[in-house]
């Protein structure tokens, strides 16, 4: 498709103004980004996920999908590379967490030091979740992958996690396509948590939680 026809479909779309704006400048400036990439392959799905994910992850908070979106720390104006990619990331995360029957979710709002993306409560525990972008297909990922990802963020929510007593870490990764199409068991998804939660020994009072393509899984399962 070209790229005024990319652009009027943004246009016409249900998406904040400010999300149009950003997309628009992608586009325009061509710059880097697997979203970008996303959005001319498959142009009308993915703008319908994108505004039902943000629907579902206004709900999650209480708020409208635009302010769930400003919220997460996205900013228009900053065109980094995968910037989107990961504010999606952490609402996809949201959603999936109120479907497990989570509670007071949030955002931690950045400070000195080291701190996770999200916090949420379950089972009168109270959890703190780093979430990153596998920025890769889903099909790719391996425990030696995870591995890389869980040794450079689980401190951050280690350290959050500690903040408000014995809290929970978990990391969540998430892969694939980052819009909202349900979260469906997996069993590859279970073996590579349960590998990952393995090779790192176990550690007490942490989850691996992994999102791919409308599939989820956790391991170990989340204390009743």
């Known amino acids: 498709m070209k790229k005024e026809a990319l652009l009027k479909l943004i246009g016409d779309s249900a998406l904040p103004a400010a999300l149009k704006s950003y997309l628009g400048s992608v586009l ?17 799905a993915f703008l319908a996920g994108t505004a039902g994910l943000l629907r579902e992850a206004g709900l999650a908070l209480g708020c409208s999908g635009e302010e769930a979106l400003a919220r997460s720390g996205f900013d228009a104006t900053n065109l980094a590379a995968d910037r989107l990619e990961a504010a999606l990331a952490e609402l996809l995360a949201l959603v999936f967490l109120r479907s497990e029957g989570f509670s007071s979710l949030g955002f931690i709002g950045r400070g000195i030091g080291k701190t996770a993306d999200i916090s949420a409560e379950r089972g009168g525990l109270h959890y703190a979740f780093e979430v990153c972008s596998a920025r890769t297909a889903a099909g790719a990922l391996s425990v030696d992958f995870l591995e890389l990802k869980y040794d450079k963020k689980i401190r951050q929510a280690q350290a959050s996690s500690k903040k408000r007593g014995p809290g929970r870490a978990c990391l969540v990764l998430a892969a694939g396509s980052l819009s909202f199409p349900g979260f469906a068991p997996d069993e590859k998804l279970a073996g590579l948590a349960r590998g990952l939660y393995e090779r790192k020994n176990r550690p007490p009072r942490t989850h691996i939680c992994l999102l791919a393509g409308g599939r989820a899984e956790v391991f170990p399962p989340w204390e009743a």
């Open 28 to 44: 325009v400036k061509k710059l880097p980004s697997s979203l970008r990439e996303a959005l001319k392959k498959e142009p009308e």
